[in-house]
């Protein structure tokens, strides 16, 4: 559980967490060359256009910040954290500060344009924006992708297993450490 600190990346969570090896996620992944083609270009560019279309409904400012944090975000399937983006705003002239690249992944997470990896302190962009859905990750530990997962009946599963208890489930992160397809062919 994470303290009731203000922002989104700071409330209070429950982290559904499968293995007992907190440290499974390396920190340096090795780099993997996956085998089938991936246009990243086209990610991000869809990422930006679903945010852009997202803060236009809700009456969102969608500053060059926050739209350049989603980018950074996004330009990966490796969680980023931040500081690393911060690393990189700077060296943009973008942001100097902690707080400014924290407002702006709050902004992001609580219009539900990425996730927070609470295992690794970071961030992913989500392949789902403006939906309501669960967190549930699976997380390669050789290369460091994380691959959102559909997976409705797991989180009713969860929420009914609660419910036998009395306990309602509001908000549930899943992250499952493993070997992505990709790695185990390398």
Same mark, same amino acid.
């Given at each position: 559980?994470?303290?009731?600190?203000?922002?989104?990346?700071?409330?209070?969570?429950?982290?559904?967490?499968?293995?007992?090896n907190r &440290?499974?996620?390396?920190?340096?992944?090795? =780099? =993997?060359?996956?085998?089938?083609?991936?246009?990243?270009?086209?990610?991000v560019?869809?990422?930006?256009?679903?945010?852009?279309r997202?803060?236009?409904?809700?009456?969102?400012?969608?500053?060059?910040?926050r739209r350049?944090?989603?980018?950074?975000?996004?330009?990966?399937?490796?969680?980023?954290?931040?500081?690393?983006?911060?690393?990189?705003?700077?060296?943009?002239d973008?942001?100097?500060?902690?707080?400014?690249?924290y407002?702006?992944?709050?902004?992001l997470?609580?219009?539900?344009?990425i996730?927070?990896?609470?295992?690794?302190?970071?961030?992913?962009?989500?392949?789902?924006?403006?939906?309501?859905h669960?967190?549930?990750?699976?997380?390669?530990?050789d290369?460091?992708?994380?691959?959102?997962?559909?997976?409705?009946?797991l989180?009713?599963?969860?929420?009914?297993?609660a419910?036998k208890?009395?306990?309602t489930?509001?908000?549930?992160?899943?992250?499952?450490?493993? =070997?992505?397809? &990709?790695?185990?062919?390398?």
């Amino acid at each position: 559980m994470v303290s009731g600190r203000n922002g989104a990346y700071n409330r209070l969570v429950s982290a559904w967490q499968i293995g007992a090896n907190r &440290d499974l996620v390396k920190k340096s992944a090795k =780099v =993997v060359v996956h085998s089938h083609s991936h246009d990243h270009d086209h990610c991000v560019a869809d990422a930006l256009a679903a945010a852009e279309r997202l803060c236009a409904t809700k009456g969102l400012r969608f500053t060059p910040l926050r739209r350049r944090v989603l980018e950074l975000v996004w330009l990966s399937h490796k969680p980023v954290g931040a500081y690393a983006l911060l690393d990189k705003l700077r060296s943009e002239d973008l942001g100097s500060a902690p707080p400014t690249v924290y407002r702006a992944l709050d902004f992001l997470i609580e219009n539900g344009l990425i996730h927070r990896i609470e295992r690794m302190n970071a961030f992913v962009g989500c392949s789902h924006p403006g939906e309501a859905h669960r967190g549930f990750f699976l997380i390669c530990a050789d290369c460091g992708n994380a691959e959102e997962l559909e997976a409705a009946e797991l989180g009713e599963a969860i929420a009914g297993g609660a419910a036998k208890r009395g306990f309602t489930a509001r908000e549930m992160t899943l992250e499952v450490t493993g =070997v992505c397809a &990709d790695c185990r062919k390398a």
